[in-house]
Every structure is written in structure tokens, then in C-alpha cells.
């Protein structure tokens, strides 16, 4: 079965730190650029980040850029995404996928990836 599993979310207090991870399988991860989305309460599915298959280009949104940092081990088939100087916006269920951009999974040969996200819960 292709299978995405998040783990890392939690509650933590404005201002502090989160380390999210996604353990690919089912796939050949290395060959796959990947991506985070995330869904905050009552809205739509939003992209956030994003890293081609070697990890040498990494992308970001306007509202996690200087504040996020993504990463992979490929010899891990893991996606990282650490979170530093989290709000309280960004409260939500967190998602990878394959693909660097969009909101869903890119297919691969044996389907599209499964994953039912990590959730983040910024509250003081």
C-alpha cells in the first residue's frame, strides 16, 4: 500500500517549536518531490512547503517562510517539516504529499499516496 504517516503535532504555547515527520512507503520516496499542507479549522486545504527529490530546492509560503524549515532523508524515506516561532494561525491538521505544489498527492504507479495528517495546536 502507498502510505504517508505524519507524526510530531501536539499542543504547544505561541512562540514555541514543533518537529513534524512523514514516513513514506510503498514507493520509491527519493524519486518523489514532496510537500506539507495544512488545514486550519473551517477552511480549505493550503500549501506550505515544498523540496524536490534531492533536497537541494526547498519552497515556502509567504505566511511559514523564515519560521519553517523542510527537509528529507531519503535513505530514511522520511519528510521533515521543523516549525519554529509558531501563532496561533497556525493551528491546523498537517498533511505531506507527494509533489512539491498543490494540495493533493502527485500519483504514483501503484496510486495516490494515503496519509491522515498530524495535528498542531497553537493555544496558550
Known amino acids: 500500500e502507498v502510505q504517508l504517516v505524519e507524526s510530531g503535532g501536539g499542543l504547544v504555547q505561541p512562540g514555541g517549536s514543533l518537529r513534524l515527520s512523514c514516513a513514506a512507503s510503498g514507493f520509491t520516496f527519493s524519486r518523489y518531490d514532496m510537500k506539507w499542507v495544512r488545514q486550519a479549522p473551517g477552511k480549505g486545504l493550503e500549501w506550505i512547503s515544498g523540496i524536490n527529490r534531492g533536497g537541494s530546492s526547498t519552497y515556502y509560503d509567504d505566511s511559514v517562510k523564515g519560521r519553517f524549515t523542510i527537509s528529507r532523508d531519503n535513505a530514511k524515506n522520511t519528510l521533515y517539516l521543523q516549525m519554529n516561532s509558531l501563532r496561533t494561525e497556525d493551528t491546523g491538521l498537517y498533511y505531506c504529499?507527494?509533489?512539491?505544489?498543490?494540495?493533493?498527492?502527485?500519483?504514483?504507479?501503484?496510486?495516490?499516496?494515503r496519509s491522515q495528517g498530524t495535528q498542531v495546536t497553537v493555544s496558550s
Open positions: 504529499a507527494t509533489g512539491w505544489f498543490g494540495t493533493t498527492s502527485d500519483p504514483t504507479p501503484l496510486g495516490r499516496p
